[in-house]
């Protein structure tokens, strides 16, 4: 018929299957290494989906209990679907990548955004809190997100990717393991720890190899957690659907990857796994400009936000200094980290007096579309952070009254089966 | 005429002269002190202007050197309009603020940016350009500023009070010089210093007082460099005309001090002095809500943003992590301050591809609508903060081409007199 | 496995086949009438999905000539899918409708543009440029639209139901007969006419109905050209998918009917089948206010829009008044159709200059993001309207420059294989 | 000092007085002719302030009755200050004019809104409603504008020259006057009149000038009214503070004038004089592109908005279709104008419903920042317009809500003294 003809759907580089555990599937890595061999190439211009494992690779389910949070390996961590090999790239060029569409599987439609233990895995308030594990379970309706665990909000999604960067070169890999290694021998102890070094235990490339490029990768392999100079875990909310992403480019190829797919996620992604994490597809399209590090001067990615990106103009702003207003009083020296976690603490305060639980309002500034812009950076000594609530999100009016707020009853979110919190 | 009938203009309850140096002038201080008494009294309700001299109380010329920038006595800045006591405020009271206007003086159409000495002053990237001083002079044309220093953009400005805030309580008072003068103790011979004591020389309270309550004032009263629980000098871009904010009370009559309008601010106002600085008018309408620290777990100032702010949505927008990529390429541990540093200086790099100088794209980043956002600050050990750059503030098309970016020629900001960059 | 348990799809309640012809399939209607019996029952809170084929039913393909547009049967249009009935609404309730996604099939990544011709399905220039078909193919890459017929724009769509409405009662569809008639009986023998009566010919709808029913649905029910009271074929873009909207229920369980899925379109959707013309999926949730009706004083639908449409802040707006200042200068009386008109013709003329043909611009004007709002319209006789090209569509900046407007060439659009134009 | 060295106040080219009526005032005029001569002349990249009293010349007072509305003399509108020539503006150019900044009088901190009264003036619903006169009069706090008349609602102005134009060409005067005496020979006796002829009784030009020509202007003055080719009475919100027009030239010198200056305006401005009416001073920037009107096909004004219009995301959105659904029922045939008055009056209902009067909800539909756009211009026989409500501007929630909507007591607006509605 008129409509069949010419109807050529976008082909899927990558398949897999959000309900199979990771290990089992192919196409899949959870190390950064320049010699993991790319499992499809494309050429520039070339529209194409790949399919994503949720980051813990199928660890977490949609259940009333955080016991599977608690128990996540994340030695497993992240499940990145890739490499995928652009034709023509090669080092030094800039690989500009078209971040098209993220969106869920339709049979799996939920995420979920987690607290982890203080000791496996931490979060910005892992020591604070104490933290225990719990999490809340959205259910995707279309744009929106739902939770039964946090009632009173519904928020469209700023779907993206939380991490997503080209393969790293020899020299690369060497100058992060050095430095990160450094930094840990600056800590020793520290829990959670301050970074990860590599690790052979849980690490995984879903792909034929030799023996020996296996054990290598696995040896020397960065881990995924942070973010670094290929883009990486970088998980900026605004690195969403309809964005455009200029990477430079360390080995031919470029050898693209991407896993950790966020429904939504607040600026700061506060409690570790604190966006909407989700399995899903996303949908690229790449093309290359040469000599592009040079050119654009590219130490690390830079991109064009998406035009479509909700709008909840209505806001209701905290802010934070970097002195410890919440515990102990200690001054901080122009430190934005503090600062940050003073306004955030500011908000949970807030959160709590219209009657969320701690644990809901740590959620909850994770996973909505919270914006936390850095106010102010030289007034020594004190950072000024900000971190704003979209009043829009809240199903009833949130601000400030005359007569003081209101405290609902929202019930709680989903904690361990042993009740501990 | 019929038109004139009822035509009452707002008062103003603090007249200056943007000309003539503050410590000539009543109305203004430059320390915070529970003694300070108000200079007027407002009712709730009623909308008042209040004037204000720029930062450094007319230190700073509009001319093509920056030796004025290079000389500032710093003893003797903040220069405040205030305090201004509102009627039946009291300790415990969140005192909501709508500011309402904030402009320049006719007779005063023009601001400026500075870079400040190393030595004097300081700012984000101070050791790093082991910088001297540089500024930029900016033209206010209706809502617009442009700049003969920084030539090829025009925008339009997020005007705001740098430093607004009430007074502390003595408690208060002690808190903070205790907090810092411990930080200070901390870092003693840093350059710049990590922080400031309270310090009698440039002392200033333009009203008259007892000597004993001069005295007490000026050695015990805080310096205004840093944001604080009372608000302060937080340069918080968004704290715009239009918004409303509500502090908390911590004296009777609260006592709200103003001051350090910007006519326009990057989040971060990295230079130091990197706002768009003007003398101008402020326009106030402040009511109280009893209770109100209590009400909304007041720490510190929250507020709603405008609805007029600048929409600019075409950015381009680039990454920083907690490493120094740009220098020695140390790991640093979480920590947010060298995230937005790093992404700082990518952007600054960027900018001087397409021609501008270090020092000039320093300034823009200081003065224009730029946006910084903490991306994640969980994803050990890496913050990840991004900077964003408005492109419709330039005049030209500055996104990545394939052929590369356009290398214009726009100069030279004000630089010393003697040359000396 | 963990992911597996608990992973309920949303389901689809109506599913059609977008490459067979409407008049095969089941669970589709093309005229509005009470007596079309629900082909499915929803409970309220329940998400659902429904799939529709393009408004025209198969009849028009992703090729390079206009003669299927030509074709076109305008008596079997347009194909909706439904009705819905939503338990427990009556009429004078209130339903409310959340858009919560629209999208097309994975397997028809495309859509089209049409100009109609003169004697066939009009525009609004059908009279002025005496058209002839012409259309645009556009392919779907995530949420953005290309198109091979228009080179040089990109642009986010604002996808919703062009056509979505509850089903009249007998006493409302009377009433929209008569007074259509009534104008018909106006302007008899208009090219194209002005209306269109009730036409069994090309009448369908897809599920046994006893022959008297369906003889009585045909020779009476509503063609579904025009938006009514109960919403039908609106056109409105920013009916979008996160919008909620307000429906006045007539007949028991509300009988919801939608069709025509847009991926984009411009305010006025002018050259008739404006919009990016699609088959594909809507996902809602309904819900119901008892009494709506006369609680909300609801004639006609309202609705709050999505938080997610495109912004594309910059853009160039032409104006329009009620003078055919592009033809014969006649003087209008306050005619905001006219004013429309005008500033549309003043867009084309300005995209003319740049190098795209009057097809092209026309088709553009109809499909991409365009605003038109209504300036003034009491400044006797000329009302005044405005319509906005927004800049970040296009690939090149085709602001007015002082050297004047570089003319590119763009080719052309699909025309008919004849050539004729 | 440092800080007066250098300080240029941007100069006034034409000052007036808003307490003095306009025709005992220089520099004003109230009719458009080419042979009224420059009251100024400016070169091209000049700064400059132009004062403007409001449209009726001082007619309107600040008090509690409409008499004076009802009684305004419309031969002696709108008072415009100007003309101002731009050196070196020949006919065919295009005249750049950057509109930098609109505020009122600091003296004069208010404006109104008015119905006017059927037999004078008359409005969008002037016979609908039969209109007498009533009037909101609407203090100015800095960007806020608020009503004692209209209580419950505060917004910020999108602050415009309700009025701007270049002065017509002989030719083209003879054009407008021509065209709109047709369309008065064709409607006579109107009630209101569909156009206004040239009328010497009230024309005023506020210079001196020979006996001769100002017999000439005052006898064949086109009236100003309406918007027409050069801009003109074209009362288009978005043409605001920050935005850049491009008009085209047609005589010498361009010779632009404005006045009409609006606080706040809706789209539409349905109730005559439905703008927040003000005093003030608007400031410019001219520049010129020669031939501008053939490289730009400029057939009438274009124009970029500004970047600080306010941004009220969230809103509730009203459909109007162009049928008399208020009224008789009457089908009309793709009329705009009755689309944009039903979706109106179905605001208007909704106001009603939440406790606005009649005359409350047209004078804020009217002066509100509310937007209008034709949805759809094509589905014969009905066009489709939505008017949107900005949510942000009221006290308190209007959303639909289960329970219905709450009605307060809001009073009423100023009415006459003599208490006819």
């Given at each position: 018929?008129?409509?069949k003809?010419n109807?050529v759907?976008?082909?899927t580089l990558?398949?897999?299957?959000?309900f199979?555990p990771?290990?089992?599937?192919?196409?899949?890595?959870?190390?950064?290494?320049?010699?993991i061999?790319?499992v499809?190439?494309?050429?520039?211009?070339?529209?194409?989906?790949?399919?994503?494992v949720?980051?813990?690779?199928?660890?977490?389910?949609?259940?009333?209990?955080a016991?599977?949070?608690?128990?996540?390996?994340?030695t497993r961590?992240?499940?990145?679907?890739?490499?995928?090999a652009?034709e023509?790239?090669e080092?030094?060029?800039?690989?500009v990548?078209?971040?098209?569409d993220?969106?869920?599987?339709?049979?799996?439609?939920?995420g979920?955004?987690g607290?982890?233990?203080?000791?496996?895995g931490g979060?910005l308030?892992?020591?604070?809190?104490n933290?225990?594990?719990a999490k809340?379970?959205?259910?995707?309706n279309?744009?929106?997100?739902?939770?039964?665990h946090?009632?009173?909000?519904?928020?469209?999604?700023?779907?993206?990717?939380?991490?997503?960067?080209t393969?790293?070169?020899p020299?690369?890999?060497?100058?992060?393991?050095e430095?990160?290694?450094?930094?840990i021998?600056q800590?020793?102890?520290?829990v959670?720890?301050?970074?990860?070094?590599?690790?052979?235990k849980?690490?995984?490339?879903g792909?034929?190899?030799p023996d020996g490029v296996?054990?290598k990768i696995?040896?020397?392999?960065?881990?995924t957690?942070?973010g670094?100079?290929?883009?990486?875990?970088?998980d900026?909310k605004n690195l969403?659907?309809?964005s455009r992403?200029?990477?430079?480019v360390f080995?031919?190829?470029?050898?693209?990857s991407?896993?950790?797919?966020?429904?939504?996620q607040g600026?700061?992604?506060?409690?570790f796994?604190?966006?909407i994490e989700?399995a899903?597809?996303?949908?690229?399209n790449?093309?290359i400009?040469?000599?592009?590090?040079?050119?654009f001067?590219l130490?690390?990615?830079?991109?064009m936000?998406?035009p479509?990106?909700p709008?909840?103009?209505a806001?209701?702003?905290?802010?934070?200094i970097s002195?410890?207003i919440h515990?102990d009083?200690?001054?901080?020296n122009?430190?934005?980290t503090v600062?940050?976690?003073?306004?955030?603490?500011n908000a949970?305060?807030?959160?709590?007096k219209?009657g969320y639980?701690r644990?809901?309002?740590?959620?909850?500034?994770s996973?909505?579309p919270v914006?936390?812009?850095?106010?102010a950076i030289?007034?020594?000594?004190n950072?000024?952070?900000t971190l704003a609530l979209?009043l829009g999100?809240?199903e009833?009016?949130?601000?400030?009254k005359e007569?003081?707020l209101v405290?609902?009853?929202?019930?709680q979110?989903?904690i361990?089966?042993?009740?501990?919190?």
């Open positions: 018929m008129a409509t003809a109807s759907p976008i082909p990558i398949e897999v299957d959000p199979i990771a290990p089992e599937q192919k196409g899949i890595h959870n190390r950064w290494h320049p010699d061999p790319p499809a190439t494309v050429k520039p211009g070339q529209s194409f989906h790949v399919q994503c949720d980051w813990t690779g199928a660890q977490v389910g949609n259940n009333d209990f016991d599977d949070l608690r128990d996540v390996d994340l961590i992240h499940n990145l679907s890739g490499p995928i652009i023509g790239a080092p030094g060029d800039c690989l990548v078209d971040i098209l993220v969106k869920p599987f339709d049979k799996m439609p939920w979920y955004t607290i982890f233990e203080l000791h496996n979060g308030f892992a020591r604070e809190f933290s225990r594990a809340a379970i959205w259910d995707f279309g744009i929106y997100a739902t939770s039964r946090i009632p009173g909000v519904r928020f469209a999604g700023v779907s993206h990717p939380g991490l997503i960067g393969a790293p070169s020299e690369l890999l060497a100058t992060w393991n430095r990160e290694r450094g930094l021998a800590h020793p102890n520290e959670p720890p301050v970074a990860l070094p590599p690790e052979p849980g690490a995984y490339v792909q034929e190899l296996r054990k696995y040896e020397e392999g960065a881990r957690v942070p670094r100079e290929h883009g990486g875990n970088c900026i969403s659907r309809g992403c200029y990477f430079p080995v031919k190829g470029a050898n693209l991407v896993g950790d797919l966020h429904f939504s600026d700061g992604e506060i409690s796994c604190g966006a989700m899903g597809i996303i949908t690229f790449c093309s400009i040469k000599g592009g590090v040079e050119k001067a130490k690390q990615p830079i991109f936000p998406s479509i990106d709008m909840y103009s806001r209701l702003i905290f802010e934070g002195v410890d515990g009083g200690t001054q901080y122009m430190d934005a600062a940050y976690k003073q306004a955030a603490l949970i305060a807030y959160l709590m219209i639980t644990e809901q309002a740590y959620l909850l500034l996973a909505a914006e936390s812009h850095v106010g030289v007034d020594s000594p950072a000024c952070v979209p999100i809240f009833h009016d949130i601000l400030p007569e003081g405290k609902k009853d929202f019930g979110c989903a361990r089966s042993d009740g501990v919190l």
